[in-house]
Nanobody
């Protein structure tokens, strides 16, 4: 069983930055893809960014150029560097890991962008 723990969320002003972390623990043999999703109140959960086991990244159009996803295989940790944050980025951010026939989710971390 894989456990994912997100951290790094908080309250920031527009234009500021945050870095989210997702630490994975447990038996992980073959990671297909890890991703960051977010869900704002009253909206569906949406993909923000993803990174495959080979390092290929993908971004939602709304965050491209502002967010960067990366991974540290030695630490089993994925990061999301978020720059130039906007109020519309406010949401609960979830970490997701697909691999070994499993689809795992973290508990989420709140990101609030407000002046």
């Amino acid at each position: 069983q894989v456990k994912l723990v997100e951290s790094g969320g908080g309250l920031v002003q527009p234009g500021e930055s945050l870095r989210l972390s997702c630490a994975a623990s447990g038996s992980i043999f073959n990671i297909v893809v890890m991703g960051w999703f977010r869900q704002a109140p009253g909206k569906q959960r949406e993909l923000v960014a993803s990174i495959t086991g080979r390092g290929t990244t993908n971004y939602a159009g709304s965050v491209k150029g502002r967010f960067t996803v990366s991974g540290d295989n030695a630490k089993n940790t994925m990061y999301l560097q978020m720059n130039n944050l906007k109020p519309e980025d406010t949401a609960v951010y979830y970490c997701n890991l697909v691999g070994d026939g499993q689809n795992n989710w973290g508990q989420g971390t709140q990101v609030t962008v407000s002046s």
